[in-house]
């Protein structure tokens, strides 16, 4: 039977006496439970509120600090019709949320057919799972996504292994897609770029020289939308806090603006 589980608790206290705690709830049956106790920053004491530090102390090297966490962990199992079902369900709640999307959406598409009507190209970039739904995107406009039309000019910067390295080895990773934008990138070309995070420096380096040349940018965020949010022209932000879910989401808002694309520009030789 499921039930509720805390699988992650974190009490810290400051000279014996506890000033916060943090716990995760989870679906599932105890496996194993074990605590450990970790010191942290003396920047903690007295705010029940902070937030758990990323880098604990072990504790044994305490500084001359007393703030002592005591962090409980449950291995938690879980049987797969479980995981399907929080999967489905989580997945439908974040997908939902799209219809929030409409109007930026309907911005995007706009950029896209005035781009492609006009003789321009596509740019799209992103990271590691990002990074394979821009090259799926790029591929949709490229060969065709529902029905035979004339192909249309997308360029995916994540997919050629010389370019990346030789930018990353030359200049940082940061530059990757920045230095391509500045080799292909004109006035009046899009670039499209996926981030989950809203966090990845590369990407913000490419719309920084997408702005600086004149393109025209669609951001597909997650979470906050991080540093990035507002950088674009359009942001299609996910809200939600799961990188599966976010991906998601992505993949059905770029479905639908190659079905929105390819219907509006049906016929029309380019």
């Not at 040349?213 to 022209?233: E, N």
Request: with cysteine; net charge positive; glycine share 8%.
């Amino acid at each position: 039977m499921e039930r509720a589980v805390t699988v992650r608790a974190l009490v810290w206290f400051v000279r014996g006496r506890q000033i916060g705690k943090a716990e995760e709830t989870h679906f599932g049956k105890v496996k194993a439970q074990r605590t450990r106790r970790h010191t942290v920053h003396k920047h903690f004491y007295g705010n029940a509120r902070a937030k758990f530090p990323k880098k604990l102390i072990p504790e044994g090297k305490r500084s001359g600090f007393d703030t002592v966490v005591s962090v409980t962990v449950f291995e938690v199992t879980m049987g797969s019709s479980e995981m399907l079902k929080n999967g489905v369900a989580a997945a439908k709640e974040t997908l939902q949320s799209l219809l929030d999307l409409d109007s930026q959406v309907a911005k995007a598409a706009d950029l896209i057919e005035q781009c492609l009507r006009a003789g321009n190209k596509l740019l799209v970039c992103g990271n590691g799972g990002s990074a394979a739904d821009a090259s799926h995107f790029a591929t949709e406009f490229v060969v065709r996504f529902m029905k035979d039309r004339p192909a249309y000019p997308a360029i995916c910067l994540a997919s050629d292994a010389g370019l990346l390295t030789a930018a990353g080895n030359d200049y940082g990773f940061d530059e990757i897609f920045a230095r391509q934008v500045a080799a292909f990138g004109l006035p009046d070309d899009v670039l499209i770029c996926l981030t989950t995070s809203g966090k990845s420096k590369n990407v913000e380096r490419a719309l920084q020289e997408a702005k600086a040349r004149k393109l025209k940018t669609i951001a597909f965020l997650g979470r906050d939308g991080g540093s990035t949010i507002g950088m674009a022209d359009v942001d299609l932000l996910v809200r939600s806090d799961t990188t599966a879910r976010i991906q998601e989401a992505h993949q059905l808002l770029l479905h639908v603006l190659c079905e929105i694309s390819e219907t509006r520009l049906s016929g029309n030789n380019l």
